[in-house]
């Protein structure tokens, strides 16, 4: 398992915005599935977003047009941009990484992830 290590969690009001990062560096493996998930108190941990080796995203409901999935290949980073958030963002966010088995396999949040982070923190206040 490599280390990733999330940044950029803290607070902000609803409506604001904030940009998670991932460093993935530490993860070599080829083909990979990246992912973020996040967990509330009280709650099971749910999928956010995923983003393929070529590039490809999925969002969950609840964040698609407002929330963005990137990566940098290059400083091997992997990013979520929020925007208008709500209170309901709250959470511990994580992100995760995987190997696809073959170019065609999906980058899925059912995936079991071999690689997370611990995780940084989330607060919206209304």
């Known amino acids: 398992q490599a280390q990733l290590v999330e940044s950029g969690g803290g607070s902000v009001q609803a409506g604001g915005s904030m940009r998670l990062s991932c460093d993935v560096s530490?993860?070599?493996?080829?083909?990979?599935?990246l992912a973020w998930f996040r967990q509330a108190p009280g709650k099971e941990r749910e999928p956010v977003a995923t983003?393929?080796?070529?590039?490809?995203?999925m969002y969950t409901d609840s964040v698609k047009a407002r929330f963005t999935i990137s990566k940098d290949n290059a400083e091997r980073i992997l990013y979520l941009q929020m925007n208008r958030l709500k209170p309901e963002d709250t959470a511990m966010y994580y992100c995760?990484?995987?190997?696809?088995?073959?170019?065609?396999?999906?980058?899925?949040?059912?995936?079991?992830?071999?690689?997370w982070g611990r995780g940084t923190q989330v607060t919206v206040s209304s």
């Open positions: 530490g993860y070599t493996a080829s083909r990979p599935c």
């Open positions: 983003i393929k080796f070529n590039g490809e995203a």
């Open positions: 995760a990484a995987d190997r696809l088995p073959s170019p065609r396999s999906a980058c899925t949040w059912s995936r079991t992830f071999d690689s």
